[in-house]
């Protein structure tokens, strides 16, 4: 580990986290295993959106410029009172120009990136993927790590000198570490309906991020590529407290909720759908020895504002610099200490309370209370200044301020 020498680093998890983070740290010249439970590339339908600040990271990192094309700009987001039909407020990226070098969001579904970094990067033995390879044990030494995996032909033994858990919420590494997951669970759950439908032939002035706010139920409604790159809406809902899994999947319950929001002449064509549960929870350190937590294994929230998938690039541009100050630069190891203080306070204070305050917008029911967040969020959209402010804050730029200021 000392004068510069490599040691290999063990990720667990091939999500989008994960191989942003084996990116970073192969640029640096630090081999990576990444371990993947499932047998290849998942597509996973679930977070689409690049901040500006991530933007700006994976640029770093040489993927910005080539999945732009791939993707959709998107350089304003809009808040709609469902109820009225009302445009309560549009925040516009483009003039954040000066502050950012991507004034925008990328529509650019998270299976997408990581086939994008699979099959660009991940071909060399210092940056090796293992699909099919599930966790079993983790056995912490005073100087490497070794790990058991179930794999395709077997058990197999590894080792490095860290494990980095990027395996999601319901994370095998932070188990095994034996950390907790502080948090609570949302009652009702979410349903994702993804239709070819074009949302602006009806709506021209929509753009294709936009948050509905209604008591009875609220939608966000954002515009992707797709598989065939021909477009595709997808619809984000609370189900209703008394309704099971198989009515809200059932073909007459998908219809019937897309039916109510945004009436139209046939049936809808539904490319995919799902149910899902969704909490905000927080581990109670993101650094135990020779594990470190970043993404889903270390924080989760409600997708409302796209923070979740970009919080957990953020983890992985921290995580991956401190660990080469440590293995490459002789910095001492409590360096990694920093980077848990530092991202942890990223999403208790921004990911976490940003996020609540997103649903509560919402969900709001109380029609007194949704006039006063209406005329403040009015207010805020109306003034340059305070509009600045708001799009510092959404974009993740204030989080990573202050929490890179942390010692």
């Known amino acids: 580990m000392k004068h510069g020498q490599q040691q290999r680093v063990l990720i667990v998890g091939a999500g989008p986290v994960g191989m942003v983070c084996a990116l970073a740290l192969h640029r640096q010249g630090i081999p990576v295993?990444?371990?993947e439970q499932e047998n290849g590339p998942v597509h996973d339908q679930r977070a689409a959106s690049l901040h500006p600040?991530?933007?700006?990271?994976?640029?770093?990192?040489?993927?910005?410029?080539?999945?732009?094309?791939?993707?959709?700009?998107?350089?304003?987001?809009?808040?709609?009172?469902?109820?009225?039909?009302?445009?309560?407020?549009?925040?516009?990226?483009?003039?954040?120009?000066d502050v950012f070098r991507f004034p925008y969001v990328l529509q650019y579904e998270q299976y997408k990136l990581t086939h994008d970094i699979a099959q660009t990067y991940a071909d060399q033995s210092d940056f090796d993927v293992r699909y099919g390879h599930r966790l079993r044990t983790v056995i912490q030494h005073d100087g490497s790590i070794d790990i058991e995996v179930d794999g395709p032909d077997g058990a197999e033994r590894h080792s490095g000198a860290y494990l980095i858990g990027?395996?999601?919420?319901?994370?095998?590494?932070?188990?095994?570490?034996?950390?907790?997951?502080?948090?609570?669970?949302?009652?009702?759950?979410?349903?994702?309906?993804?239709?070819?439908?074009?949302?602006?032939?009806?709506?021209?002035?929509?753009?294709?991020?936009?948050?509905?706010?209604?008591?009875?139920?609220?939608?966000?409604?954002f515009k992707v590529r797709g598989e065939d790159g021909a477009g595709l809406w997808r619809a984000i809902f609370p189900t209703r407290a008394d309704e099971t899994e198989i009515e809200a999947l059932s073909p007459e319950g998908i219809e019937a909720r897309l039916q109510?929001?945004?009436?139209?002449?046939?049936?809808?064509?539904?490319?995919?759908?799902?149910?899902?549960?969704?909490?905000?929870?927080?581990?109670?350190?993101?650094?135990?020895?020779r594990i470190l937590l970043v993404g889903d294994a270390a924080h989760v929230n409600n997708p409302i504002g796209g923070m979740g998938?970009?919080?957990?690039?953020?983890?992985?541009?921290?995580?991956?610099?401190?660990?080469?100050?440590?293995?490459?630069?002789?910095?001492?190891?409590?360096?990694?200490?920093?980077?848990?203080?530092?991202?942890?306070?990223?999403?208790?204070?921004?990911?976490?309370?940003?996020?609540?305050?997103?649903?509560?917008?919402?969900?709001?029911k109380d029609p007194a209370s949704r006039q006063v967040k209406f005329d403040e969020l009015r207010r805020t959209a109306s003034n340059p200044e305070s509009a600045r402010r708001y799009m510092r804050r959404a974009s993740l730029l204030e989080s990573l301020e202050t929490a890179n200021a942390i010692d």
């Open 260 to 289: 109510k929001f945004f009436p139209k002449a046939g049936r809808y064509d539904v490319a995919y759908v799902n149910v899902y549960n969704v909490s905000q929870r927080v581990a109670e350190t993101f650094h135990r020895g």
């Open 309 to 364: 998938m970009n919080g957990g690039i953020h983890d992985a541009i921290n995580l991956a610099g401190k660990l080469a100050d440590v293995l490459l630069r002789d910095v001492d190891a409590a360096r990694l200490d920093q980077y848990s203080r530092q991202r942890r306070h990223a999403a208790v204070s921004f990911v976490q309370a940003q996020t609540i305050a997103n649903k509560k917008l919402l969900e709001e």
């Open 53 to 97: 600040t991530t933007l700006d990271m994976l640029d770093e990192l040489g993927v910005t410029q080539t999945i732009v094309p791939r993707g959709l700009v998107s350089e304003t987001y809009q808040y709609r009172d469902r109820v009225s039909g009302e445009l309560i407020a549009e925040f516009d990226l483009s003039t954040m120009a």
């Open 166 to 221: 990027a395996d999601g919420g319901r994370s095998t590494v932070r188990k095994a570490a034996g950390i907790a997951f502080e948090g609570f669970t949302y009652q009702e759950r979410f349903i994702k309906i993804a239709t070819d439908f074009d949302f602006q032939s009806g709506h021209p002035d929509y753009a294709y991020r936009n948050y509905f706010s209604d008591p009875d139920e609220w939608c966000n409604l």
């Open 33 to 35: 295993t990444v371990f």
